[in-house]
């Protein structure tokens, strides 16, 4: 029996980063891979391939109409950045039932994780203390410092209520906060499975005493989280941007931390890697993150165990039900964010740092 053609083209990202050996060699023993190494392909490889490819999975898939039409055996495109790219033409995947999946619930666990791990520090004051201690001003039994506040029974916000803000609701747990989402695309039946009510941005941002930002990126929701919301959040609550700095208006919340009228926990920026020279690194009311939620040993294989569960799915003639799948309604949004939040040129930096892999 003729095995399935994926063409692997996993740069910027490495193999090893993606895959387990054991995800990897399943993958291996299932399918026949093209290229499957950490340099990037020659388009030409792809050319050559496309008309014979079942799957495609890539950093960086770029598949126009005249593509998808050459691809006359093609059931599936994986990507593996984060989010769907503004490179494929999605009508003509959705006209021949192909499907395009994104990897971002692959990273929900290991962010998920950062982003509690941020806001617990963060509301009970943990790095501002660490660093006061280093320099003979800390606070010993100090229960009245203003900035400091218990995360039980909290109110906790979330803008954009995806696979990552739902395990953050799940780990809080515990607290037994009050949740709070704005989301446009979630319905009022979904939010209610997870104890989660939906609120305006405004009721939102004068409600939640810790505010997580996880929201995609898309045309609509740039700089959504601007000056004004940010002037409704409570005097002294936290904002954690874990998703994407597209969402914030970066300037008016370096502007509202500054001011002390709120902190922050940020792991995400305008442009990457933050200049040296850049104000953002002098903020005294903000924890910062270089981009390492998911920054943890093996913390992005879920997604490679995630691809291969899919496409042991569709081989078996099922849909997919591990990674997110594109819908028209959404991907008529998309902001070609890997371009906005300088991830190209975090791939350029990591690609000079990885080693190949045959």
Same mark, same amino acid.
């Given at each position: ?11 910027? $990202?490495? &193999? +090893?980063?993606?895959f387990s050996d054991a995800d990897f060699n399943l993958l291996n023993q299932l399918c026949?891979? *093209?290229?499957?190494? /950490? ?7 792809? +050319?050559?391939?496309?008309? %014979? ?34 490179? &494929? ?8 039932? @192909? ?15 950062? !982003? ?18 280093? @320099? ?5 039994? =100090?229960?009245?410092?203003?900035? /400091? ?6 109110? &906790? ?70 000056? !004004?919301?940010? !002037? ?11 998703? %994407? ?16 009228? &709120?902190?922050?926990?940020? =792991? ?12 953002? %690194?002098?903020?005294?009311? !903000?924890?910062?993150?270089?981009? $390492? ?19 042991? %799915? ?39 740092? *990885?080693?190949?892999?045959?």
């Amino acid at each position: 029996m003729q095995r399935p053609v994926v063409i692997l083209d996993p740069h910027w $990202r490495s &193999i +090893d980063e993606l895959f387990s050996d054991a995800d990897f060699n399943l993958l291996n023993q299932l399918c026949e891979l *093209i290229w499957a190494r /950490d340099e990037p392909m020659p388009r030409s490889l792809l +050319d050559d391939n496309l008309a %014979r490819a079942s799957f495609v999975i890539s950093a960086k898939p770029q598949l126009s109409a005249d593509d998808v039409a050459k691809a006359g055996n093609l059931r599936a495109i994986f990507e593996v950045s984060g989010s769907f790219p503004d490179t &494929i033409d999605y009508a003509s995947c959705f006209e021949r039932g @192909i499907e395009v999946l994104c990897c971002a619930p692959g990273f929900r666990t290991s962010v998920a994780e950062m !982003a509690v791990a941020l806001a617990l520090a963060g509301a009970r004051g943990v790095v501002q203390e660490h660093e006061a201690f280093r @320099i003979g001003q800390e606070h010993w039994l =100090d229960d009245n410092a203003a900035t /400091d506040f218990s995360f039980y029974g909290q109110n &906790i916000g979330f803008v954009g209520f995806g696979s990552i803000a739902r395990e953050c609701n799940r780990l809080l747990a515990p607290f037994a906060p009050k949740t709070f989402a704005y989301d446009p695309w979630l319905s009022t039946e979904v939010a209610q499975q997870h104890g989660v009510e939906l609120v305006t941005l405004d009721v939102l941002a004068r409600a939640s005493r810790c505010l997580f930002v996880t929201a995609a990126p898309t045309k609509d929701n740039k700089g959504l989280v601007d000056g !004004a919301t940010l !002037a409704k959040m409570q005097q002294g609550s936290l904002l954690v941007l874990i998703s %994407r700095a597209h969402v914030v208006d970066f300037d008016a919340l370096e502007a509202a931390v500054r001011e002390g009228r &709120i902190r922050a926990a940020i =792991d995400v920026f305008n442009s990457e890697p933050v200049l040296a020279t850049d104000s953002v %690194r002098s903020l005294k009311n !903000a924890i910062l993150s270089p981009h $390492r939620a998911a920054a943890v040993k093996g913390g992005r294989q879920p997604i490679g165990h995630m691809i291969v569960q899919d496409l042991v %799915r569709m081989l078996d003639g099922q849909p997919p039900a591990s990674l997110q799948r594109a819908q028209p309604e959404f991907v008529a949004h998309l902001a070609g964010v890997q371009k906005a939040n300088g991830v190209e040129g975090m791939a350029a930096n990591r690609g000079r740092q *990885i080693a190949g892999r045959g």
